[in-house]
């Protein structure tokens, strides 16, 4: 059966002609202004991105229950799906909590690291995700310039007897727990490129790290990525609106030019 969290995405992607996913991460003086600003950005660019990602900026100064989830009741109202980007990374107890009650807030999908493995790991956040009807997106390689330190250490695979880089088994295990999709960095396009080789399109490849810290639309996109998370290019914009509709133009055409992985 097909997981829902990836169909709404794909219809979302239709009807907004877009694969660019809003990072809401705001920035202010106070609670408020994080707030009212949040929400003036989420009005102006709703209609050019297909997604919403929310991280700490957001959850630890306005509330889970209270400031993000009327931020989550606009989104829903825009016709938006929303992405917890929590990094779930804990035993499996508090990594169910954790799943539980951003979906009830109204998140349709989160991101956790696979390097807690899966049982009393990652498991119980599969099996909330499954009874809920959400999505759970795995942390293959980050977009920061130390990700190499962990994401990309060699590592000995007991179950082949082969050393393998640590992105490629977490690609591979994304295969293995059919996770919803995987984050590898569009400051790497070539690790794109070889995840992208284990995942052939079967788990879709969401890159953050595009404008600011240097990641390229046009290599991420050649490279495999479906989705691309953009933050700070747009939310710093004097202009997010148009910001997030040249990134959408320019996302597309490239799609139009190459087809083959972006289809």
Known sequence: MRQRFKSLLEDVERKKNSRIILALDVV??????IFSKSMQILDEVHEYVCALKINHHLVLPLGLFSGVKRILDRAKDLGLPAIMDCKANDVGSTNRIIAENYFKAGFDALIANPLIGWEDGVQPIFEVAKKMGRGVILLVYMSHKAAWEGYGQKIYDEKTG???PQYIVFAEKALAWRA???????TYPEKISEVYAV???SVPIYSPGVGVQGGDIERAILAGARYLIVGRS???????????????DASNKIISNVGHRAA
């Open 28 to 33: 202010a003086e106070s609670s408020e202004k």
């Open 162 to 164: 082969t050393i393998k």
């Open 180 to 186: 919803d999709g995987v984050i590898v960095g569009a």
């Open 199 to 201: 995942l052939r399109g």
């Open 234 to 248: 747009i939310v710093e914009d004097k202009d997010p609106a148009e910001a997030a509709r040249r990134l959408r």
